[in-house]
């Protein structure tokens, strides 16, 4: 339905019909793509209204048109793969696409809403392994439907340490060390906390020796949180029923030296 | 170890009526994880004490830094403070070198005098430590 609509108007707009392959790629456009004499060019920097609405117009059309013939026409599958994909002698299988696309970067699925709900920041003094651990987290999001964004990398720290080379009369004499600490961040975005508890267990299970994974998270309240914060502290707290039931070690040995005997006379005597 | 427990909650008069003061040689473990000689050890002694009465000293200076209670018991719970030994003190604990057992010249992140230190980023011993260029 939808194409022969298209059709139609693009009859009406002169567009002419091609095929996929007559398209040229984007990266020789510039050479082999319509030639445009220096008149077009100066009307298409100086277009009247009417004439830029016709001219968009016609290239929407042309894009939608693009579009259809991209669906219509049937495609060979040919991916392109590093290593040869060869059937294995052992398990009789080839390879599996998801052992192939441990050669590549790590795909990331596209945001559905764009919320950040996590953020893993990894550190260590290794790149490699911390590239590996980045790498490792974004591709369980991927098999998990997690958007994420690419692996970023944050500012590279260096500690300088400078000791003398040798004591006292050469004292003088320095060495410096640096030790470079490399940082790394990967968002989440739109998982909801059940499927991010998931992940973040996983990626803690099998975490690198050697780099410090860290993870902040997002939560939404609704917006009456302020008033359920009050209303826990609706009823008045007592100073020493606000203290019962305490955990902190401290708290306890001061309560246990204040009903003493020693110290009980003193508060006694105030009353 | 000997169980140390001068009568700290009770009044100070008491102190000097405890039957059995404490006393050294106390026996304690040495320490595994470092080089280990006297000062190690003796270090290593203030700490295990600081952890042992760690939780009393702060609530007597809780209690003695707390306005809100009658001057008196405030005195008396500074005056317990006081009268523990020096080695419970937070302030008698100092860092040592693991390797070497040097105080002087010490980096903490490493824990390890500047020597230690050297020899051990020259051989890349430590992880992520380089000779500095620039």
């Not at chain 1, 013939?69 to 390879?95: A, M, W």
């Not at chain 1, 998990?144 to 964004?149: D, E, Q, V």
């Not at chain 1, 400078?162 to 990967?186: C, D, Y």
Request: glycine share 4%.
């Amino acid at each position: 339905m939808l194409s022969r609509v298209l059709k139609s108007h693009s009859a009406n707009l002169g567009v002419i019909r091609r095929s996929f392959g007559t398209f040229s790629p984007v990266y020789n456009s510039s050479s082999s793509g319509p030639e445009t004499t220096s008149d077009d060019k100066k009307s298409a920097k100086f277009s009247t209204p009417q004439e830029y609405i016709e001219q968009k117009k016609l290239e929407r059309a042309q894009e939608e048109i693009f579009q259809q013939n991209l669906l219509e026409e049937e495609f060979k599958y040919q991916p392109k793969y590093i290593s040869p994909n060869e059937v294995d002698p052992i398990t009789g299988r080839p390879i599996p696409i998801n052992v192939e696309l441990l050669k590549y970067k790590p795909l990331n699925l596209p945001k559905t809403h764009g919320h950040e709900v996590a953020k893993l920041k990894f550190r260590g003094y290794n790149e490699d392994s911390l590239i590996r651990a980045a790498e490792f987290a974004a591709r369980s999001a991927y098999y998990l439907g997690i958007p994420t964004n690419k692996i970023t990398s944050l500012k590279t720290e260096k500690r300088l340490y400078t000791v003398i080379k040798s004591p006292f009369a050469q004292a003088k004499t320095k060495q410096n060390f640096h030790r470079t600490t490399f940082n790394k961040e990967l968002v989440a975005f739109d998982a909801n906390p059940e499927v991010l508890d998931l992940w973040l267990s996983f990626v803690n299970k099998h975490a690198i020796e050697g780099v410090e994974y860290k993870a902040s998270m997002t939560t939404h309240e609704s917006l009456d949180y302020n008033k359920q914060i009050d209303a826990l502290a609706a009823d008045e707290f007592e100073l020493p029923q606000a203290y019962e039931g305490t955990t902190d070690p401290v708290a306890k040995k001061v309560e246990e030296l204040l009903k003493s005997d020693t110290f009980k006379q003193f508060l006694e005597e105030k009353k | 170890m000997a169980v140390h427990d001068s009568s700290i909650s009770g009044p100070i008069l008491a102190l000097h009526q405890v039957s059995m003061p404490f006393r050294f040689p106390v026996t304690f473990e040495v320490p595994k994880h470092c080089y280990v000689n006297a000062r190690v050890l003796r270090d290593q002694f203030k700490r295990l004490q600081y952890a042992e009465h760690e939780v009393t000293r702060k609530a007597l200076k809780y209690i003695a830094r707390n306005t809100e209670l009658p001057p008196r018991a405030r005195l008396e719970a500074q005056l317990q403070l006081t009268s523990m030994p020096k080695y419970t003190a937070f302030n008698q604990i100092r860092d040592r070198c693991v390797a070497t057992g040097n105080s002087k010249s010490l980096i903490r992140d490493f824990k390890l005098n500047r020597t230690a230190f050297r020899d051990r980023a020259r051989a890349g011993l430590i992880p992520g430590v380089k000779v500095a260029s620039w």
